[in-house]
């Protein structure tokens, strides 16, 4: 696998992205952050991690000292699932294998979030009724599209609209799960309510056709939202909680900057956290995708939104901003949409380049990623990308 030719580098040391920043209770010594890359290595039945690959991954991607890691989404619970090779975070089982990881993470020097995931409509509806669960969202047949109502018909099994005690039931699954993961030794963990998935079901006003207390208006849509944010700061701090948001996404069903109320929405959202941060609440970050990034297999600039900016987020949240969206091909755009609050996170070329932040700052080029192994089952692709002194030695040009 070659060097990247499709841009080139440039060095960062002396910009703020090796500037420190307190996240949290943690003070990084750099800004370059491990964005949650999904990659369907773990272990089926159980949704265990991988045992012989993933503390290898990691520990290869965290080697910087002071490298914050934000794991793969994970489960929360069966119910909250749908794919056989993604990780869950509610069993002892599964938490065993974390514990290897974040002690690999941690003997590094790093620092670990692990995001939280709940699938909603996006789950395999074969899976779900295979397993005996509910096909769950914000709504009752709202469906991502026809290719998954089809599914759905097909399995026997309909979206349903989840009810008032399904949603304490599952912030119950929320706190009951940041506990486990924080006593097996993570450092906080992330609010997935991005990507199209259940939170943001709810919060979208194209998803979610509630008539009760969650739907209908910006407060009611972002209620559940912010109930979980509550919850888990109520049980395990809020310097170690973090939520990431996506309000300009356009795949899942997502209508981008066309859904209607998005920056009223997205502004309130952030204007409740800051409520709580006054209140000595504040979160440990929050996460945006750029508009750039509007499609789940997004490939360069192709489909990218540059009408639209999450500059607005500075305007609403005096916290730490993570940023994410195709900022390795972009070194020009790192550089300006650095400020005092902002980290700069990488998914793809941290797949491809476990020594990445060494890269950033000597502008030394980027491994090219193979997509076809992204989710493929074994250790291709996956751990056997070398470092740049490796790559040298093995005669790259």
């Not at 706190?175 to 199209?196: F, L, P, Q, T, W």
């Amino acid at each position: 696998m070659p060097f990247s030719t499709d841009f080139e580098p440039v060095a960062l040391k002396d910009t703020d992205l090796f500037k420190p920043i307190k996240v949290g209770k943690i003070t990084l010594p750099h800004r370059v952050v491990m964005a949650p890359v999904t990659r369907m290595r773990a272990l089926h039945p159980g949704n265990i991690p991988n045992g012989d690959l993933t503390p290898t991954y990691y520990a290869q991607r965290s080697q910087t000292p002071g490298t914050l890691i934000i794991t793969e989404a994970s489960f929360i619970s069966p119910q909250a699932g749908g794919y056989d090779n993604a990780p869950g975070i509610w069993s002892d089982e599964q938490n065993e294998q974390w514990k290897k990881i974040f002690q690999k993470i941690h003997n590094n020097k790093s620092y670990v979030f692990v995001q939280m995931w709940n699938l909603g409509r996006q789950a395999f509806p074969d899976c779900m009724a295979r397993d005996g669960l509910r096909y769950d969202s914000a709504s009752d047949d709202v469906y991502m599209d026809e290719e998954t109502k089809q599914a759905a018909i097909k399995a026997g099994i309909k979206q349903h609209g989840i009810t008032k005690e399904e949603i304490k039931q599952y912030i119950k699954e929320y706190v009951e799960s940041s506990k486990k993961i924080i006593a097996s030794g993570a450092d906080g963990v992330e609010i997935h309510s991005a990507n199209g998935y259940l939170l943001q079901q709810f919060i979208n006003a194209s998803t979610n056709k509630r008539t009760d207390e969650y739907g209908g208006s910006i407060e009611n849509r972002a209620r559940f939202t912010l109930e979980v944010v509550d919850a888990l700061i109520d049980a395990i701090g809020a310097e170690r909680v973090a939520i990431r948001l996506s309000p300009f996404y356009r795949s899942a069903g997502m209508l981008g900057a066309d859904e209607p109320e998005v920056f009223e929405m997205y502004s309130y959202i952030l204007d409740e956290l800051e409520k709580r941060a006054q209140n000595g609440k504040r979160l440990a970050y929050v996460h945006f995708i750029e508009p750039r990034v509007t499609k789940g297999w997004h490939e360069n600039d192709d489909g990218a939104d540059y009408q639209h900016s999450n500059d607005f987020v500075y305007d609403h949240w005096k916290g730490p901003v993570i940023r994410a969206g195709n900022f390795a091909a972009h070194p020009d755009l790192t550089k300006a949409a650095l400020n005092d609050q902002t980290l700069i996170a990488y998914g793809r070329y941290f797949i491809s380049t476990p020594d990445l932040v060494q890269r950033l700052a000597e502008g030394l080029p980027l491994n090219k990623y193979d997509r076809s192994t992204f989710y493929s089952p074994d250790a291709k692709g996956y751990i056997d990308y070398p470092t740049y002194d490796e790559a040298i030695k093995l005669g790259w040009k």
